[in-house]
């Protein structure tokens, strides 16, 4: 499975930006489709995941903001941001995985910086 994650940028506070997941290989076993983001010096932490069925779970800071979707037929997952923060700054990382607790297959990174 692979991963290929783009969409990243500079933009101002309140901005939008719209990730994009591409993922090829064999992928029809992966249940969890999510992002993931890290700051510098900080932890890898969920920002919004999505299941097969469709269900969404998302990170507390990011609610009402975010948006996960997928589009199965191309292989293809999204994030939307908007109202975009400064904190929002950091690497964002897509990952699929079989089961919750699997350590699945990372996307190589994309970074979103948010200026004030």
């Known amino acids: 499975v692979q991963l290929q994650a783009s969409g990243g940028g500079l933009v101002q506070a309140g901005g939008s930006l719209r990730l994009s997941c591409v993922a090829s290989?064999?992928?029809?076993?992966?249940?969890?489709m999510g992002w993931y983001r890290q700051a510098p010096g900080k932890e890898r932490d969920m920002v919004a995941r999505?299941?097969?069925?469709?269900?969404?779970n998302y990170a507390d800071s990011v609610k009402g903001r975010f948006t996960i979707s997928r589009d199965n037929a191309k292989n293809t997952m999204y994030l939307q941001m908007n109202s975009l923060k400064p904190e929002d700054t950091a690497v964002y990382y897509c990952?699929?995985?079989?089961?919750?607790?699997?350590?699945?297959?990372w996307g190589q990174g994309t970074l979103v910086t948010v200026s004030s």
């Open positions: 990952n699929v995985r079989p089961e919750m607790d699997d350590y699945g297959y």
């Open positions: 290989g064999r992928i029809s076993s992966m249940n969890y």
């Open positions: 999505i299941t097969r069925g469709g269900s969404r």
